[in-house]
């Protein structure tokens, strides 16, 4: 028998938690128990968001999570019935229900009224039911201990009959000891609580040894859904000291390119994952052959030429396929053919005979076998045709020794299926773990959409910063420890959220912010010079590049009798005021010259003023000396590929296309700028945190993409 899995939201109300706790400890006592309760809390009050039941779960082998604290007691109750000594009583289910309806609530009047028929049904009994301690009484017990109103009434002593119980119930072991441990789980978390997500999910049958695996289609290139789900499996190998397999799931040739392969080894590199082994679900296509015919051969599959609009209606209906009931060797025969692909193997697809009309869609007789003539970039020309993915991977998974499967949580529907394919050939059964993929606001993972946009030359290509691309979001300006800080900070949760890209650009900031040199660079449209009274002559300075890091090393800084100004700080002056000229001093604006009162500012006077204290002026300007060998550079903003949030299954991604998306614009920056290379990080001050793009090179000019910081 394979352990339940208790999942336990610790911020949930503790009336919705403990009577589970208590019983899920009474089983795991017992002494003849072939299988103990597995418990992992979450430091969250839901396990899913979207479901108010969620305060509690369980999850066995080949099922979905249960939630609720009546459902979860229930699925105890009656798979660990021997352990409770469980007889059939009503009056013990009146009791359990009792507990979970009445004393759960925050309604005084209701609550005391609970408590009075407890006390009167407690006058002349030590138990709630017989002779003995049972759920009923560890029920009630830990749903008393969880409503404060309740305690509260206890400790005042006006209910003899009902504290009598309930201080005895106190003392039995593996009741009262429960409610203890719980808070001290609490305390313990919240003195060691850290920045990242809480990763105790209860993995299944974790001592026999954990190999996980990340099976990417090598048909594009990584994006950050992917680099999570990598991250944890990588996590979970070394939590478990396992086994980590990155396995090409190359079962499509149309798509897959050799190309898109390299790039996602390389990117995973960059992430810090390297697998203990990589392998390829081709390195399996002749036993996943045999196994089809297997299924065959067992009546559970069969060769289907309907074609393809009416077949995804008669799924959708429930309807049959006339072909459902063709012989074993018929079957046999077509999926021959369609190794040949010959003409007839072309028409036909091989299906699993798993249902008609299961109200669950995927288990309505999925395609396991398609034919594909085209040749595969790794086996040439060597095979015709090739297994799904939905049948590939449950047995891949078994043939490479892959105790759990993490992967995101759209598959769920697809878990009955994947454990239907190992049953019916009678392989070792995979654990499933599903976890959230990642979505962010305005943006596509769809590797389908981003290959639209390459293919319109919408965007430069798979690297174009304004993908979510692992390629993509490092040319934004993203480092790889602040993408890994993000991922682990949201763990596998189950909870799907849409997420703001602010907060994985905040993460970035605290990266790069004490290690990135400042530097200056102005607008250079209606560039404003200011000649200094007061400065006799040209100087340079050593200063350091980051004034609280002195390990980034030093820049020079000139200091001349003119210098350069933007033109929005320049027409903010007025005359007579003092301004701060940052890391020099303060200065007088003694003259404005600007022809038109409406128009730009064409120069200005200023008598420097070192004795000026910066703190006191409203205006603090960046500035560049004349005499210096300025660069020219082009400083490049980005906006959002689409204009909608989300894009709901029915949305045409033509409609929500922003017309929008680059900005640039042309500046001067100081004369170190001339030595900044490629994929460097700085920041101009105020202006932001860019990333070089492309240095200054032949009089052409330095690219600088501006990186989010977190900030709207």
């Not at 609530?105 to 709630?128: I, P, V």
């Not at 993490?406 to 009955?416: A, C, F, G, K, Q």
């Not at 300007?621 to 400083?635: F, G, H, I, P, Y």
Request: glycine share 6%; proline share 4%.
């Amino acid at each position: 028998m394979s352990q339940f899995n208790l999942l336990v939201a610790q911020k949930a109300p503790a009336a919705d938690i403990y009577p589970s706790l208590i019983i899920a400890n009474l089983i795991n006592k017992h002494e003849y128990v072939p299988a103990p309760v597995a418990v992992a809390y979450q430091d969250i009050d839901l396990l899913e968001k979207s479901n108010k039941a969620s305060a509690i779960g369980v999850q066995f082998e080949g099922q979905d999570t249960i939630y609720g604290t009546d459902a979860v007691l229930k699925k105890l109750i009656e798979t660990y019935r021997s352990a409770l000594g469980r007889k059939e009583s009503k009056l013990e289910d009146e009791w359990v229900t009792f507990g979970l309806t009445r004393l759960g609530g925050k309604d005084f009047k209701a609550t005391t009224a609970a408590l009075g028929e407890l006390n009167d049904h407690l006058s002349l009994r030590t138990f709630l039911v017989g002779y003995q301690v049972t759920e009923a009484d560890a029920t009630v017990w830990g749903a008393l201990n969880g409503n404060n109103q309740a305690v509260a009434a206890i400790r005042r002593n006006h209910l003899p009959n009902l504290v009598r119980w309930f201080k005895y119930v106190s003392a039995i072991e593996h009741i009262g000891t429960v409610v203890e441990a719980f808070k001290d789980e609490v305390l313990s978390k919240k003195k060691s609580k850290s920045k990242e997500s809480n990763f105790e999910i209860g993995l299944l049958d974790t001592e026999q040894g954990v190999v996980t695996r990340f099976p990417p289609e090598p048909s594009g290139y990584l994006h950050i859904g992917h680099a999570k789900a990598a991250m944890l499996n990588q996590y979970f190998a070394e939590h478990y000291k396992g086994k980590l397999i990155i396995r090409f799931d190359d079962t499509n040739p149309t798509k897959e390119k050799q190309e898109f392969q390299d790039s996602i080894i390389e990117d995973l590199r960059l992430l810090g994952i390297h697998g203990d082994v990589i392998t390829y679900t081709s390195d399996h296509f002749d036993r996943l052959y045999e196994e089809a015919i297997k299924l065959i051969k067992m009546g559970k599959a069969y060769c289907d030429d309907t074609i393809q609009e009416k077949m995804r209606a008669e799924r959708m209906d429930g309807i049959a396929s006339v072909r459902r009931d063709r012989t074993v060797e018929e079957n046999l025969r077509l999926f021959e053919e369609m190794n040949k692909a010959s003409e007839e193997g072309r028409i036909n697809c091989l299906r699993a005979k798993m249902s008609v009309d299961n109200p669950n869609k995927a288990m309505r007789d999925p395609v396991i076998y398609r034919c594909n003539p085209e040749p595969h970039h790794r086996t040439g020309s060597k095979y015709k045709m090739y297994p799904t993915y939905d049948f590939a991977c449950p047995l891949v998974d078994c043939f490479e020794g892959v105790t759990h499967a993490l992967r995101t949580i759209e598959y769920r529907d697809r878990n009955p299926q994947y454990w239907w394919m190992l049953e019916a050939l009678g392989l070792r059964k995979v654990h499933v773990w599903d976890f959230s993929r990642l979505n962010f606001v305005k943006t596509l993972l769809s590797k389908r959409k981003l290959a639209w946009f390459v293919s319109e030359g919408l965007v430069t290509g798979w690297d174009d910063p304004r993908f979510p691309t692992v390629r993509g979001i490092r040319r934004r300006g993203l480092t790889i420890e602040a993408l890994k800080q993000f991922i682990l900070s949201q763990g596998p949760s189950k909870n799907v959220v849409n997420l703001d890209w602010t907060i994985i650009w905040a993460f970035n900031k605290k990266v790069i912010d004490p290690v990135s040199p400042r530097h200056t660079a102005l607008t250079k449209q209606g560039l404003v010079e200011a000649t200094l009274e007061g400065v006799s002559a040209t100087t340079v300075e050593e200063k350091l590049k980051h004034k609280k890091n002195e390990a980034i090393g030093m820049k020079k800084v000139t200091f001349g009798p003119s210098v350069y100004l933007e033109q929005g700080d320049a027409r903010a002056f007025k005359e007579g005021e003092e301004i701060t000229l940052m890391d020099w001093g303060n200065a007088f604006v003694t003259k404005i010259v600007r022809p038109d009162p409406a128009g730009d500012v064409t120069s200005l006077e200023l008598k420097l003023h070192l004795e000026g204290d910066f703190k006191k002026t409203e205006k603090k300007v960046t500035w560049l000396a004349k005499d210096q060998n300025l660069v020219d550079v082009e400083l490049v903003d980005f906006d959002y590929l689409i204009t909608k949030d989300k894009l709901e299954e029915n949305d045409d991604l033509k409609d929500f296309i922003n017309p929008k998306t680059e900005f640039k614009e042309l500046a001067v920056a100081d004369c170190n700028i001339a030595d900044v290379k490629e994929d460097d990080i700085l920041q101009f001050e105020r202006k932001g945190y860019y990333r070089c793009d492309k240095p200054a090179k032949d009089g052409q000019p330095a690219v600088f993409f501006c990186i989010p910081t977190g900030k709207k």
